[in-house]
């Protein structure tokens, strides 16, 4: 039993040796200058793995702000103006990540197809073509409305439109029909189209169509609920960042990001000063008692103190106690009013 114990204590001694050294190891890195940018690199990089994988989860705009602080914090930078500095340039570093994440996004993006709701859809067919070009591309879009009784149908019956969406702009555009109508089965199909030049790196679309009457919709799906087909996307990336960095990454990393960063550093800032505050009373505090306690008696406090008084029940404060007879004495009084003994 006991070579058993020395055998455990012996192979434990190896593993705490190199605990302590990485601690102090540790202690070390943390008075040089790299220690601030490891602990924006870390931030950065576990926001970007964040972006991969949780991708629309409400915690991606409170935990960034958060680690970026707790590494700081963790690595000895406690001045809440250099916390203040280097949290701007930890938010600007992930403002950079994000932008090159959502422009690797966009354009990887694989083209969705439009159709309306239902099992059986009479707008099928929604795309954009091509999906990614520049603004002197020309990007055609086209739906199929297909109709089940050919002998009912008429085209002036039927208004077909594209809503084109940028992030600053929407266009309207009303497509055509193209093309003789097709037989498929039970239904005959009719092909809308529209042509234009885009100025907007990154646009998305759907289609509406007046039929008898009614407005129906054609759009992509997600989660069962009709949301807009994303394109097309410029082939540039320069050109895709812009816009990613004026309407999405400035917003996320400065007035979302740098705002939560501001209100933990200004917590620090008020729970220190609080804590100075209260230091700073307690010192006037025993300040003012040594002082008391080192001024020299005066006559007054010199008399005996009443019973009341020494009780803490006094309610006149001159008052004493008669050395005869032991009651409480008014201390203007020159005889006691009970035993009519005379003070000096």
Not at 98 to 107: C, D, G, I, K, P
Not at 298 to 303: I, L, M, P
């Amino acid at each position: 039993m006991h070579q058993d114990m020395a055998s455990s204590e012996g192979s434990g001694a190896p593993m705490d040796r190199i605990i302590k050294l990485a601690k102090e190891q540790f202690e070390k890195f943390k008075k040089t200058p790299y220690k601030v940018p490891v602990a924006i690199g870390l931030a950065a990089g576990l926001h970007y793995f964040m972006l991969l994988y949780m991708m629309g989860s409400c915690w991606i705009g409170l935990l960034p702000p958060l680690i970026l602080f707790g590494l700081l914090w963790y690595m000895d930078v406690k001045r809440v103006r250099k916390l203040l500095l280097y949290g701007f340039i930890g938010c600007t570093v992930m403002l950079v990540v994000s932008t090159a994440v959502l422009v690797a996004w966009f354009q990887s993006l694989e083209v969705a197809v439009a159709q309306s709701p239902g099992d059986d859809p009479i707008l099928v067919n929604g795309i954009v073509d091509p999906i990614d070009g520049g603004k002197s591309t020309v990007f055609t879009y086209s739906i199929t409305y297909r109709h089940s009784n050919v002998s009912l149908f008429n085209v002036s019956d039927v208004d077909v439109h594209v809503l084109i969406s940028s992030l600053g702009d929407l266009k309207n555009g009303t497509m055509i029909l193209v093309g003789a109508p097709v037989e498929n089965g039970t239904y005959t199909e009719y092909r809308y189209e529209y042509s234009t030049r885009i100025s907007d790196p990154i646009n998305q679309f759907e289609f509406r169509a007046f039929i008898n009457g009614s407005w129906v919709m054609a759009t992509d799906y997600y989660e069962g609920d009709p949301v807009s087909v994303v394109g097309p996307i410029f082939s540039d990336p320069w050109a895709v960042a812009f816009p990613v960095i004026r309407y999405i990454t400035l917003y996320q990393s400065y007035l979302q990001f740098f705002a939560i960063y501001a209100i933990i550093c200004g917590m620090v800032w008020w729970m220190r000063r609080a804590r100075r505050m209260r230091e700073k009373s307690i010192e006037q505090w025993e300040q003012k008692r040594k002082e008391i306690e080192a001024k020299p008696p005066s006559d007054e406090d010199a008399r005996v103190p009443s019973m009341s008084r020494a009780m803490g029940l006094e309610l006149e404060p001159d008052t004493f106690v008669c050395s005869e007879c032991g009651i409480d004495v008014p201390g203007d009084a020159k005889r006691c009013p009970s035993c009519g003994e005379k003070f000096d």
